[in-house]
Nanobody, 120 residues
């Protein structure tokens, strides 16, 4: 499974960006799709996640500002980021949990990361 993320860039405080991450390859079943971020000098943290049924989970710091969604037909996950703040500056990584069959095995995959910079 390969992940290709896009959509990062430089935006002013209060602005918006939309990240996309498309999964490709030998895909059987993707259960969880998520976005993580890592700011300089900090640990990687989960930003938002969404399961195949559509239930979502958000970090407290982004609740009400970010929205995660997925297109199961396209194996793509999106992160709509509104009201961006300088503290949202980080490299954003997409992550999926993939099952190769109907068994219990689960494997995580990571995208290459896309830089988001919020600055005036």
């Amino acid at each position: 499974v390969q992940l290709q993320a896009s959509g990062g860039g430089l935006v002013q405080p209060g602005g918006s960006l939309r990240l996309s991450c498309a999964a490709s390859g030998s895909i059987f079943r993707i259960t969880v799709m998520a976005w993580y971020r890592q700011a300089p000098g900090k640990e990687r943290e989960m930003v938002a996640s969404i399961i195949s049924g559509g239930s979502t989970n958000y970090a407290d710091s982004v609740k009400g500002r970010f929205t995660i969604s997925r297109d199961n037909a396209r194996n793509t996950v999106y992160l709509q980021m509104n009201s961006l703040k300088p503290e949202d500056t980080a490299v954003y990584y997409c992550n999926v949990i993939h099952s190769p069959d109907w068994g219990f095995k689960r494997y995580p995959y990571w995208g290459q990361g896309t830089q988001v910079t919020v600055s005036s």
